[in-house]
């Protein structure tokens, strides 16, 4: 509501001027706290340790479900994690460690459970199913493979880290 | 844009009366700085209130990390303050704002009882105020316990003694407040219900009465 031209009303002036000064100092109360709220997003999620897994000479062709402990923190809570892993040795000699969470939504899956497909995982939730390589079926619920752990061969054990998705 | 906003809503809700309501008010020139700069003592009052919007708001964040347990308070406490983003901040300000608000709050209580202004006809306001300081007392108090460090458990220790020593009821207030034999799991549960559930909403419905008395009565006149 400038009279004329550019000039600005004494009252304009001291309406932005506190405005200004107010909002600045609301910020500085006000951005630490939003800041504190939101770190957990801002955080960097620690790629955890490897844990010895199993002895490398007990991996076969045929996948086998191994349980094992991980020491795992959870902000102020420390605790041992129980994970399991179906680990199976391919043809060429390579070493598979997939995760039995499905896909789909996150039941258990299993190796051989549906008797009628010795070679599949099975979800029993939906009826979900991956060949042995984790890849998913098409036409069962589950939309990409299963996860792969990172792993690690060292004197003469497996070593698995965490699940890495394949989608 | 802002402004189109509001014109919006008012026209349709018609808010301008509203914040008129509160906003638009006399500032006699006595209480006025910018007039007689002695006049600042009446600011202690805004300012208790100031620091008091303060530590609601760094409590409600606090209690996004905070559990009141015996096993976890002091490692929750640890870990918002260390490992979290402006955890030393946030924490800082609640900490030291507990401090600030009592002292501002008994500056506040000395002026209003210098200048007389607790005399006929704010009688009740000067009850709801003293309410009020036993109100921040006792979230001071409440709140020390929180951090579940040495300091905190001994200096509650102290204050259930305290307690304990007032005739007759002494026994029932200790174990009251205790939840029970000792200063333990129930006591951090319970002083942490009051802190930030029962005393804030009695803090609320006073400061209320506080105010509404005020803008009723006015400021009242210079000495």
Redesign the interface.
């Known amino acids: 509501m400038a009279q004329n031209g550019s000039k600005v009303t004494r009252r304009q002036f001291l309406t932005y001027t506190l405005t200004g000064v107010g909002g600045f100092m609301a910020a500085t ?2 951005s ?2 939003v ?3 939101i ?1 957990p997003v ?1 955080k960097k999620s620690g790629a955890g340790d490897k844990v010895k897994v199993m002895s490398l000479d007990d991996i076969t062709t045929e996948p086998q479900r191994v349980d094992f402990k991980k020491q795992t923190q959870d ?3 420390e605790f041992e994690e129980t994970l399991s892993a179906w680990v199976y040795k391919t043809d060429s000699g390579e070493i598979v460690a997939l995760s039995p969470i499905c896909t789909h939504l996150g039941c258990q899956v299993s190796y051989g459970a549906d008797p009628t497909r010795p070679n599949e995982y099975f979800c029993p939730c939906h009826f979900g199913r991956y060949e042995k390589d984790g890849t998913n079926i098409p036409g069962t619920p589950p939309t990409a493979p299963l996860a792969r752990y990172e792993k690690e061969e060292k004197d003469g054990f497996l070593y698995l880290g965490s699940p890495i998705s394949q989608k | 844009m802002l402004q189109k906003i509001y014109d919006w809503v008012d026209e349709r809700v018609d808010i301008t009366p509203l914040w008129r309501d509160i906003a638009d008010h006399e500032v006699p020139e006595h209480v006025n700085p910018a007039h007689h700069f002695s006049a600042f003592v009446y600011c202690f009052g805004g300012l208790t209130f100031f620091t008091i919007v ?1 530590q609601i ?2 409590g409600m ?1 606090l209690t ?2 905070y559990v009141p347990d015996i096993i ?1 308070a002091h ?2 406490v ?3 303050q260390n ?5 030393q ?2 924490r800082g ?1 609640h900490h030291w704002g507990a401090s600030v608000a009592i002292v501002m709050l008994f500056l506040h209580t000395l002026r209003v009882f210098f200048t007389g202004s607790y005399k006929k006809p704010r009688e009740l306001n000067w009850v709801v105020g003293v309410l009020l300081f036993f109100v921040v007392l006792a979230l001071g108090l409440t709140g020390y316990l929180l951090p579940w460090d040495m300091k905190a458990l001994f200096a509650t220790k102290v204050t259930l003694q305290i307690a304990e020593s007032v005739p007759v009821i002494g026994g029932i207030a200790k174990t009251l407040l205790a939840g029970g034999e000792i200063v333990g799991a129930s006591t951090l549960a319970r002083f942490f219900a009051i802190h930030v559930f029962f005393l804030p909403a009695a803090l609320f419905v006073l400061l209320g009465a506080h105010f509404l008395m005020i803008r009723k009565q006015g400021v009242s006149g210079p000495l």
């Open positions: 109360l006000i630490p706290m800041n504190f709220a770190d801002l902000a102020w809570y | 303060i708001l760094s964040f996004m990390y976890n490692a929750s640890y870990y918002l490992e979290i983003a402006h955890g901040i946030v300000m």
